[in-house]
């Protein structure tokens, strides 16, 4: 008869030294473990973007009523005749407007002349329902409780609409051309529109300014009188009624510059107001309800937003010299000269001290974001749902023929992903870059 042989028995000073050595193992890991490589850590600090997305997290979605789309119609800013990537950038109140409001909403136009603004509230979508067209909508950079839309009311008529927000109030409403914009600090709204000319005129624009907060009070116009400075170009008006019927039902403090292609202007605080093209520049204060110029002159101006700006000009020896300026004073410091070249002006650019960066990962001197690499992945990842969309409705495909629409939100941690028949609000995966970008830009 074969015998088996019994159990293995263990002497219990080796199970006592095991258990000891993967104990110490454990506590190794767990100290080491949130350290890099480089000082080290038995990993990185950080896996790369796409090795952690296996799926993103829902917060929200907007199913789309066929014939109704996240898109403007009409939108032509003066001073932005390229046109502007539907998702928007970084969502700056300097950029243009984009149809995908921060982390809160919506802006669709749909048949009809008809549209609306879907924000998400408490848990539920709120619907600003509008009987035109939208051409712009933005909500305040500072708070979010502004919503400011424009809507296309004729052939060449429309008009701007300040909205309390949730309440859906209409603080007030204005006369404007097919665009509006905040102030940088979100106090203020700058609207306006080309006043028309006769014969061989200049172009002239006519802005107003008008508060977020309290009443707009009287009208005026800047008068150009300042002493020191030049007199107003030939044509433009400095009196009320040398304006068009519309400029002098234009409510606000208003100003009227001479326009050139390529003129751009930035309203950088409530009282601060910048003009440049290839004529020169002037800076703006509002004094007692009435636009001053503080400062003007040759050279090209361009801003380096949020903080400061920046002027191009000639110098002694047939050289070109630069400098810089806080955006709330006119106070000019010169630049090195082994400064390397600025950027061409975009209003995708968010400038820091020492750099400058945008959306799509263009960078100038240093810059503190790493790589951005959530955005393909959030493409590869709802592909398969825009197929899907596809075979459902025919107009996706036109709408959207490369695939999912991706608008990223990286200062509030969210992106929009249109994938045809819906739209989705999803989170970021937590990355470095965007707790980087949630410091600089909110």
Same mark, same amino acid.
């Given at each position: ?25 454990? =506590? ?5 473990? #949130?350290? *890099? ?35 403007? $119609? ?14 928007? +950038? ?10 995908? !409001? ?44 502004? !919503?400011?839309?424009? !809507? ?15 309440? +859906? ?5 204005? $006369? ?19 006043? %028309? ?5 200049? %172009? ?6 008008? &508060? ?9 116009? /800047? ?9 107003? &170009? ?8 040398? !304006? ?60 380096? #937003? &949020? ?8 110098? %002694? ?8 300026? *806080? ?31 945008? /959306? ?10 790493? #790589?951005?690499?959530?955005? $393909?992945? =959030? ?10 969309? $596809? ?9 959207? #023929? ?21 739209? =989705? ?18």
């Amino acid at each position: 008869m074969i015998q088996r042989p019994g159990p293995l028995v263990l002497p219990q000073r080796y199970i006592i030294a095991s258990l000891f050595i993967a104990a110490m193992l454990l =506590l190794f890991a767990v100290v080491q473990a #949130p350290r *890099p490589v480089s000082a080290g850590g038995v990993t990185a600090v950080e896996s790369p973007a796409v090795m952690n997305l296996g799926g993103f997290e829902s917060l929200a979605e907007f199913r789309l009523v066929d014939g109704w789309v996240p898109r403007f $119609q009409g939108t032509l800013d003066p001073d932005q005749p390229d046109a502007w990537p539907f998702e928007g +950038g970084f969502g700056t109140p300097w950029e243009p407007a984009s149809p995908y !409001l921060a982390d809160q909403g919506l802006a669709l136009n749909g048949p009809g002349g008809r549209s609306e603004v879907v924000l998400w509230r408490g848990l539920e979508w709120r619907h600003y329902r509008f009987d035109a067209p939208l051409c712009s909508a933005r909500l305040d950079p500072a708070k979010g409780n502004h !919503l400011l839309v424009t !809507l296309q009311m004729g052939a060449a008529r429309f008009e701007t609409r300040l909205l309390e927000v949730p309440e +859906g109030r209409v603080l007030w409403s204005a $006369q404007s051309g097919p665009w509006s914009r905040f102030s940088w600090d979100g106090r203020a709204v700058l609207i306006g529109f080309f006043e %028309p000319t006769e014969g061989r005129a200049d %172009p002239r624009l006519l802005l107003s300014v008008l &508060p977020c907060e309290g009443e707009p009070g009287e009208p005026t116009l /800047a008068p150009w009188d300042e002493p020191g400075m030049v007199a107003a &170009p030939r044509g433009i008006a400095t009196r009320p009624e040398l !304006l068009s019927e519309d400029g002098r039902d234009l409510p606000g403090a208003r100003v009227e510059l001479p326009w050139h292609p390529g003129d751009r202007i930035w309203l950088t605080l409530a009282g601060q107001l910048w003009h440049g093209g290839a004529q020169g520049w002037t800076a703006w204060n509002l004094e007692d309800g009435r636009w001053r110029r503080r400062a003007g002159g040759s050279g090209v101006l361009n801003a380096h #937003p &949020p903080r400061r700006m920046a002027l191009t000009q000639a110098g %002694p020896e047939d050289g070109m010299i630069r400098l810089t300026s *806080p955006v709330g004073r006119v106070e000019w410091t010169e630049v090195a000269p082994e400064v390397q070249p600025w950027p061409a002006w975009d209003a995708a650019w968010v400038w820091m001290d020492n750099g400058a960066f945008d /959306a799509w990962d263009q960078r100038w001197s240093e810059s503190p974001l790493p #790589p951005e690499r959530q955005r $393909q992945t =959030l493409f590869a990842s709802y592909r398969s749902e825009w197929r899907a969309a $596809q075979g459902l409705r025919a107009s996706v495909k036109g709408w959207l #023929p490369r695939g999912p629409e991706i608008a990223l939100r990286e200062s509030h941690g969210t992106a929009w992903v249109w994938v045809g028949d819906r739209v =989705l609000l999803v989170r970021l995966v937590e990355v470095e870059r965007v707790r980087i970008l949630r410091k600089l830009l909110r």
